[in-house]
């Protein structure tokens, strides 16, 4: 059976076209096994950056096991697991870069939470002296009706003047972490209704406190969403900042060829604020090896 021009053509098309695909899948994975590196040695060889892991990212895997993998990786600390494993994985050699309070939900933009987290505030604080981590994370909470900005400012602000004696006594840094509004697609990849969803809000209360025990807990997955300017503003707030998180943009998945900030760029830029507090890594794994995006993600921020 003759074929057409046309017929000729398109399966020609089509020919080249599964060539490539195949050609593409292949490079992708001669990548990820060439970026991956020995599993059995550790992905960070030059430590300038001081790396941490967001536990809550790799559950269901217990707090001890992701802690041996990161011993092996040669990430320095975690964060974001119970208060309860922090013997275990300080045990280890590990330190714990952060300690969680009140949550990002009910925070001190509502007078009625400002009890509770109070409690929880200086609790965290007497747990980041015992195990040795700089820094309580804090958070403004969500919009309320009947609350406007100007209140919502006073309201934070006054909770957050009640601790800081204590925070300061004790030497521990209260680190407000901005959050994105936009992503609705997943309850931890955005946070619709937070109201501390501008960075330039949340840098405007860490000036009003005046204080080098409240700084600013710079996402920068967050940011990219809600703001962009990355490195700009880096370089502009880093006297202001006090920890960092990261993941992938779109997505909050690795730190991959397929998403869209430039990691290593951000790095040297956060390094050359002279920052040498933690930066944690917070990216909600998508491969089927968890661990091995982890490695991927330690060796991206390896600079």
């Known amino acids: 059976m003759s074929l057409s021009r046309r017929n000729l053509l398109a399966a020609g ?15 992708a994975e001669d990548v990820a096994k060439e970026t991956a590196g020995d599993a059995s040695s550790p992905a960070i060889t030059k430590g300038r950056i001081h790396q941490s892991v967001m536990g809550w990212c790799f559950k269901p895997m217990p707090s001890i096991e992701l802690a041996k993998h990161c011993k092996a990786i040669g990430i320095e600390a975690i964060e974001g697991i119970p208060a309860s494993d922090y013997p275990a994985v300080t045990k280890l050699g590990l330190k714990i870069s952060l300690v969680g309070s009140h949550g990002f939900q009910a925070g001190p933009l509502d007078p009625e939470n ?5 409690a929880k505030l200086r609790e965290a604080i007497d747990t980041a ?14 919009r309320k009706a009947g609350i406007d900005d100007r209140q919502a400012t006073k309201n934070c602000l006054d909770l957050w003047k009640r601790v800081l004696p204590y925070a300061e006594a004790n030497q521990i840094t209260l680190v407000l972490e901005h959050l994105n509004s936009r992503d609705d697609t997943h309850p ?54 006090g920890h960092y998180h990261t993941a992938g943009a779109p997505g909050r998945g690795e730190l991959n060829e397929d998403q869209e900030i430039n990691y ?14 933690y930066v944690a890594q917070e990216f909600i794994p998508t491969s089927k090896d968890p661990i091995a995006s982890l490695r991927e993600a330690a060796r991206v921020c390896d600079v």
């Open 13 to 27: 098309g089509a020919a080249l076209a599964t060539v490539a695909t195949r050609q593409t899948v292949s490079h």
């Open 114 to 118: 400002h009890a509770m987290n109070e």
């Open 129 to 142: 002296v015992e195990f040795g981590a700089p820094s309580v994370i804090t958070f403004t909470g969500m």
């Open 188 to 241: 931890m990849k955005g946070h619709p209704g937070y109201w501390g969803d501008d960075v330039e809000l949340c840098v405007d209360l860490v000036k009003q406190l005046d204080s080098p025990r409240f700084k600013l807990l710079f996402d920068i997955y967050h940011v990219q969403i809600m703001n962009g300017d990355i490195i700009r503003r880096i370089r502009e707030y880093h006297p202001l900042i």
């Open 264 to 277: 290593p760029a951000v790095m040297r830029a956060i390094l050359e604020t002279g920052y040498s507090q």
